[in-house]
Nanobody
Framework: EVQLVESGGGLVQAGGSLRLSCVASGHTFDDYAIGWFRQAPGKEREGVSCVMSSGDSPDYADSVKGRFTISSDNAKNTVYLQMNSLKPEDTAVYYC?????????????????????WGQGTQVTVSS
């Protein structure tokens, strides 16, 4: 069992920045992927970014490339999502998730069903 806890959300003006954190606890795995997803009211869940536990193969949605950066601190079992130049359309609940059976795959932001464990989410609101 893996527990994921997100934090760092809040209200920010357009152009501002936030850093989300995802702390993992519980059973540890040799190789896993952490993904960040978001869901706005009335919209489908959207993959934002992901990274392997090694720090390799980060991936980003086109909508956030150049603005968001994913990083990991394995000593703290924490994955961060630095979000800069925020836009009102970034407003959503942000979730982190763990894929504990990636095998030879790189992390994926396209298939949220690959992820086995999910956090409770943190609200990000960007005002115009």
């Amino acid at each position: 069992e893996v527990q994921l806890v997100e934090s760092g959300g809040g209200l920010v003006q357009a152009g501002g920045s936030l850093r989300l954190s995802c702390v993992a606890s519980g059973h540890t795995f040799d190789d896993y992927a952490i993904g960040w997803f978001r869901q706005a009211p009335g919209k489908e869940r959207e993959g934002v970014s992901c990274v392997m536990s090694s720090g390799d193969s980060p991936d980003y949605a086109d909508s956030v490339k150049g603005r968001f950066t994913i990083s990991s601190d394995n000593a703290k079992n924490t994955v961060y999502l630095q979000m800069n130049s925020l836009k009102p359309e970034d407003t959503a609940v942000y979730y982190c998730a763990a894929d504990v059976n990636p095998g030879i795959r790189d992390c994926s932001i396209d298939y949220y069903l690959l992820y086995d464990y999910w956090g409770q989410g943190t609200q990000v609101t960007v005002s115009s």
